[in-house]
């Protein structure tokens, strides 16, 4: 396998967890459009590549955070809201056809800066809690290779989520143990970070219980490598960020 020198797309990824009473907490999980160029079919959590009115919408907004980081912030909540139709982040409800405006506008290509400005809408980047970011080297095999933030933010009450029918076809709540049997029963596929996220948020039982866990551990970007273990190639991560599986045999890891 040949290693790529590529820097990497800044992106951003949101886990939305609903609680439950007496049951682990549910995120929302989408699959990926086939015809996707990343991830194709795979599950994974909303988001996508950060972009320039996120920066310029940040340079407004962000207040003390550094710019590229309220820009991710940003690009969660933007990207959220156009996959599936759900505010996050938001200081107030938003009502349902106020949300489907929004979301029109958004697949049109308006700005979220501008239509923020048109609905009387602000946004709260400080209810996305850093949880993880991932950065993994480009390989032959990888289409395109993304520098990946990760937030938890609680799921908005009294809002549904729909598909966007263009980036995935399918949306769905699951607890995260739940979501890795479906994909062992060959039910669903996630690539290799999003595996790791999982197992790592299948360990807790709320929001509360995720957020103080995410609050513990420095976010540093997480680099997989190959490494040679018992005779057998394993794609591997660092051992002290709170996964609890930290490689896997290179012959069943999905990469993007």
């Given at each position: 396998m040949t290693k790529i020198m590529d820097e990497g797309r800044p992106a951003a990824t949101v886990v939305i967890i609903r609680d439950?009473?007496?049951?682990?907490?549910e995120m929302l999980m989408m699959e990926r459009a086939s015809t996707m160029a990343f991830a194709a079919?795979?599950?994974?959590?909303?988001?996508?590549?950060v972009d320039a009115g996120d920066h310029a919408l940040a340079a407004s907004i962000g207040g003390?955070?550094?710019q590229d980081e309220a820009a991710a912030r940003?690009?969660?909540?933007?990207e959220t809201l156009e996959e599936s139709g759900l505010a996050i982040a938001f200081t107030r409800t938003v009502e349902a056809d106020r949300l489907a405006a929004m979301r029109q506008a958004l697949a049109a290509g308006a700005g979220l800066g501008d239509i923020l400005k048109v609905h009387g809408l602000e946004?709260?980047?400080?209810?996305?809690?850093?949880?993880a970011r991932w950065h993994p080297p480009g390989f032959e095999q990888a289409r395109r290779v993304f520098d990946t933030r990760?937030?938890?933010?609680?799921?908005?009450?009294?809002?549904?989520?729909?598909?966007?029918?263009?980036?995935?076809?399918?949306?769905?709540?699951?607890?995260?143990?739940?979501?890795?049997a479906?994909?062992?029963?060959?039910?669903?596929?996630?690539?290799?970070?999003?595996?790791?996220?999982?197992?790592?948020?299948?360990?807790?039982a709320s929001f509360d219980d995720l957020a103080a866990h995410a609050r513990s551990i420095p976010v540093e970007k997480?680099?997989?490598w190959a490494e040679e273990r018992e005779g057998e190639p394993h794609l591997c991560i660092p051992t002290h960020l709170g996964y609890p599986v930290t490689s896997e045999p290179m012959r069943g890891v999905r990469r993007a």
């Open positions: 439950r009473i007496g049951a682990s907490p079919g795979a599950l994974v959590f909303p988001g996508g590549a003390e955070l550094p940003i690009a969660a909540i933007r946004i709260a980047l400080d209810a996305l809690v850093p949880f990760f937030y938890l933010v609680r799921a908005p009450e009294g809002q549904s989520a729909s598909v966007d029918a263009t980036e995935n076809v399918r949306l769905f709540w699951s607890a995260a143990a739940d979501t890795l479906l994909c062992d029963r060959g039910e669903g596929e996630v690539i290799f970070p999003t595996r790791r996220n999982l197992e790592r948020l299948a360990q807790f997480v680099t997989p």
